[in-house]
């Protein structure tokens, strides 16, 4: 015999089913074992990120506090923002958020840092999924546009001038990538949009209990 | 059975490479063949998910059978395609930060499938591995090609931002070939693919006529005999 002959259970319904469901039932169980597996890290590794970013929009000099200590959750349009504080002893030197934007695919979120003035700090890119190539220019390993908002704010640079070059506003776009700039530009006004609204209970001194329109926590650890 | 393994080799980076004579995989590779480096980062996931989903794919083909075969590979696939991704999130964390844009897109890669339908569902997992590992590499091999050439032409640097993905000791191989250029810009965005790709594989189809004939003429050299060999 030289033919290998197929068994005839092989072409039965109920084996194709089987199999079907046999490699479903394997795929997911290896995905929730990796899941298992990496839950941990990755969460490791976003806190790192995290604590990374903040010490980029908030340099070490003006504050003299762990970073990830001292958070204040604050209700904006609905949303609940994390707001990380910078503390010189008591005082609120500088506070840092992350804000979000539709880009070209995806959404981009970043972080910035705003001093008691209003002005910004540093603004860094957290997670997006634009065009590599092209809209990836947001990032600051990329390119040095994320640089050109340090040191704006709101009385600095009139509101229409918070736009692309290509709508008539301050800031450069990428040739080939105009979306997404314009996403980060309108995510950093609405950034310093929620200092304006917020300002007041955003710098209370930290003995002092924070409240104000739109505080809903605070807490002196982070809970994990 | 014997396996020629040179031919699997051959086959892989130029014969049937899977840009050029397959045509296959032509999204992944126009949406990020921006700069080589990306290229380079899209080739070498796209051969580990090649080599790994062959491997799976080759041992489960006594398995598998032809009614159900498609769903099953496409299962494999997308499971190696995020088991890859969140292990590198979690212990190649630098890596990831690079190629996490490109790894999810592996899964839209076609040619894996092909991959597994035409070769791995059928042969012993030895050259299916090997299989899958030339073909990554010819794939990995058209991607800088294309990438380098659209780089070059669109923003006159070379291998920008290697160092982020191989590590500093790569730095060299950035390059700005043209100072202060000011780019050219349809070649970084999908038509500059089109194009670029187009002259590659006008390129790669000369090259391989220049072989045909030189190989035929030799032939005729030899049957006419070393008499008119002189003429």
């Known amino acids: 015999m030289t033919a290998v002959v197929e068994p005839s259970y092989r072409k039965r319904v109920g084996y194709q089913g089987g199999l079907l469901g046999m490699f479903a039932t394997l795929a997911a169980a290896l995905l929730v074992g990796g899941n298992v597996a990496t839950y941990d890290a990755i969460e490791q590794r976003k806190a790192e990120d995290l604590q990374h970013s903040l010490a980029q929009v908030i340099p070490d000099g003006i504050h003299d506090n762990n970073l990830l200590d001292d958070r204040l959750v604050l209700k904006h349009q609905e949303k609940e923002v994390v707001v990380y504080r910078g503390l010189t002893g008591n005082s609120v030197a500088a506070v840092a958020y992350g804000v979000s934007e539709q880009g070209y695919s995806g959404e981009i979120s970043l972080i910035m840092g705003v001093n008691r003035n209003g002005e910004i700090l540093g603004v860094r890119i957290i997670s997006h999924s634009e065009t590599p190539g092209l809209g990836d220019k947001i990032e600051v390993e990329k390119d040095d546009w994320v640089y050109s908002f340090d040191g704006l704010s709101l009385e600095k640079l009139p509101e229409e001038k918070w736009a692309v070059k290509k709508d008539g506003g301050a800031f450069d776009q990428f040739s080939g990538a105009t979306i997404t700039p314009r996403a980060v530009v309108r995510a950093v006004r609405q950034g310093l949009i929620l200092f304006g609204a917020h300002r007041a209970a955003l710098l209370k001194d930290k003995s002092e209990k924070p409240v104000g329109p739109g505080i809903v926590s605070t807490t002196g650890t982070v809970e994990n | ?231």
């Not at chain 2, 980062?41 to 075969?69: C, D, K, N, Y």
């Not at chain 2, 597994?116 to 590499?137: H, I, K, Q, T």
């Open chain 2, 1 to 231: 059975m014997q396996y020629d393994y040179r031919q699997i080799a051959r086959d892989g980076i130029w014969d049937n490479n899977i840009v050029f004579s397959q045509m296959l995989a032509l999204c992944p590779l126009l949406a990020v063949t921006g700069t080589a480096t990306n290229g380079l980062g899209m080739g070498l996931a796209t051969l580990v998910v090649m080599v790994s989903s062959a491997l799976v794919i080759s041992l489960m083909r006594g398995l598998i059978t032809p009614e159900v075969r498609i769903p099953v590979f496409v299962l494999i696939i997308a499971a190696i395609v995020t088991l890859v991704d969140m292990n590198m999130n979690a212990w190649m964390h630098d890596l990831h930060k690079i190629l996490g844009l490109f790894v999810p897109l592996i899964v839209t890669n076609c040619a894996i499938l092909g991959r597994a339908e035409s070769f791995a569902s059928r042969n012993p997992v030895l050259p299916s591995v090997f299989d899958g590992l030339m073909m990554g590499l010819g794939f990995t091999l058209v991607l800088v090609a294309l990438g380098a050439t659209r780089e070059i032409i669109g923003s006159g640097t070379l291998f920008a931002n290697a160092s982020l993905l191989l590590g500093q000791a790569f730095s060299f191989l950035e390059l700005e070939l043209i100072p202060d250029y000011r780019g050219f810009l349809i070649m970084i965005l999908p038509p500059g693919g089109f194009l670029a790709l187009g002259f590659l594989l006008a390129g790669k189809r000369v090259i391989d006529m220049r072989l045909a004939k030189s190989r035929s003429a030799k032939e005729d050299k030899a049957m006419q005999g070393p008499e008119s060999a002189t003429s």
